[in-house]
């Protein structure tokens, strides 16, 4: 069975610097999507970035970026710039490749950090 | 752009009343999930749909049943609600023509007591 791990359970930062959150997960399989979703205090589950793991290249989106090593199951998220806005709960996810024609419908949670950032 | 949108977004349940969530996503998603998360977790799943007329357990499925009213609609039913089912719970979607990529609703809170 997969799992995922975030080793941090809180962390802060101060506006504008850079902060990096951990995520280390276990799986047999050797294609996979991870993603990293923000929880604002509003409860909604928004998503930051995924990445698959056949790509080699790490994705990026804007001020977020993710260092992936697959050899070593790792899948960190970086945060540039950091704004008061982004202050939330993040979350690191696992999902298997759908079967053709349906999905695996699973994504397994690590239990996510609370990032603070200070004015 | 209004995505997956759940019904209601608060309830207060006492034990043993029955209720449903209701939701519907306007991006024709083939496949469909509720979640649920309590304090201090991620999410996990309860059951999910991966198409239209297919329904299929997750994690945590007891206590739970679901309906795939059709393409649009995924709704979950509490026969009889128990304190331990106070969480807040999530509906979501994907598609593979989206880069099965879950996008979730807000969230419903629902309280037991």
């Known amino acids: 069975a997969q799992t995922v791990t975030q080793s941090q359970p809180e962390m802060s930062v101060q506006e504008a610097e850079t902060v990096t959150l951990s995520c280390t997960y276990d799986?047999?399989?050797?294609?996979?999507?991870l993603f990293w979703y923000k929880q604002p205090p509003s409860r909604q589950m928004i998503l930051v970035i995924r990445?698959?793991?056949?790509?080699?290249q790490n994705a990026t989106e804007n001020r977020f970026s993710v260092n992936f090593q697959k050899a070593a199951k790792s899948f960190s998220l970086k945060i540039s710039d950091s704004q008061l806005g982004d202050t939330a709960m993040y979350f690191c996810?696992?999902?298997?490749?759908?079967?053709?024609?349906?999905?695996?419908?699973?994504?397994?949670f690590g239990k996510g950090t609370k990032l603070s950032v200070k004015p | 752009n209004a995505g997956v949108t759940q019904t209601p977004k608060f309830q207060v349940l006492k034990t043993g009343q029955s209720m449903t969530l209701q939701c519907a996503q306007d991006m024709n998603h083939n496949s469909m999930y509720w979640y649920r998360q309590d304090p201090g977790m991620g999410l996990r799943l309860i059951y999910y749909s991966a198409s239209e007329g297919t329904t299929d357990k997750g994690e945590v499925p007891n206590g739970y049943n679901v309906s795939r009213l059709n393409k649009r609609e995924f709704s979950l039913r509490l026969e009889s609600a128990a304190p331990s089912q106070t969480s807040v719970y999530f509906c979501?979607?994907?598609?593979?023509?989206?880069?099965?990529?879950?996008?979730f609703g807000e969230g419903s809170w629902l309280t037991v007591v």
């Open positions: 990445q698959e793991a056949y790509k080699q």
């Open positions: 996810a696992f999902m298997k490749p759908p079967l053709y024609g349906g999905s695996q419908g699973n994504l397994i």
């Open positions: 979501a979607s994907s598609d593979r023509r989206a880069g099965n990529t879950i996008y």
């Open positions: 799986t047999s399989e050797n294609n996979y999507y």
